[in-house]
């Protein structure tokens, strides 16, 4: 049985498309990790919503629920039938404090998205400079 069966075995779920992973303002208990298949994840804004990702094979999500003990921040929607790890609080520091590899890359994933948040904030900034 290969690495990837082994923690599908134990962590993993099918999520049929249209599935909702987690919806924004619920409280996070665990964070996903997408071994195969495609999510989108919106953001209310205002009346309607705004889609903030589509993440796909590799790509994991609701961290930072995890980490800060938080509500989460979006909601997440599956949008093709999809393996997904579902991984607690424990696993996950286990995770991050006995697999170094995985923690450098979930720190550069976020170092990433800190750094594309940043940008479009820069833009916006650029488009709609405050007025003083």
Same mark, same amino acid.
């Given at each position: 049985?290969?690495?990837?069966?082994?923690? &599908?075995?134990? &962590?993993?779920?099918?999520?049929?498309?249209?599935?909702?992973?987690?919806? !924004?303002?619920?409280?996070? @208990?665990?964070?996903?990790?997408?071994?195969? +298949?495609?999510?989108? #994840?919106?953001?209310? #804004?205002?009346? +309607?919503?705004?889609?903030?990702? *589509?993440?796909?094979?590799?790509? &994991?999500?609701? !961290?930072?629920?995890?980490?800060?003990?938080? /509500?989460?921040?979006?909601?997440? *929607? #599956?949008? *093709? /039938?999809?393996?997904?790890?579902?991984? +607690?609080?424990?696993? &996950?520091?286990?995770?991050?404090?006995?697999?170094?590899?995985?923690?450098?890359?979930?720190?550069?994933?976020?170092?990433?998205?800190?750094?594309?948040?940043? /940008?479009?904030? !820069?833009? @916006?900034? #650029?488009? @709609?400079?405050?007025?003083?």
């Amino acid at each position: 049985m290969s690495r990837e069966d082994q923690l &599908f075995w134990k &962590f993993g779920k099918n999520f049929a498309k249209g599935t909702i992973l987690c919806r !924004e303002g619920d409280p996070g @208990h665990e964070m996903f990790i997408i071994q195969k +298949g495609k999510v989108r #994840v919106k953001k209310k #804004v205002g009346k +309607g919503e705004k889609v903030l990702a *589509e993440l796909s094979d590799g790509e &994991f999500i609701g !961290e930072m629920a995890l980490l800060l003990g938080m /509500d989460r921040s979006a909601t997440v *929607e #599956v949008l *093709e /039938d999809s393996k997904v790890l579902v991984v +607690g609080p424990d696993t &996950f520091e286990s995770l991050l404090k006995n697999t170094p590899e995985i923690a450098m890359k979930m720190l550069k994933k976020m170092a990433q998205r800190l750094r594309a948040l940043d /940008d479009r904030l !820069e833009t @916006h900034l #650029v488009e @709609h400079p405050p007025t003083d």
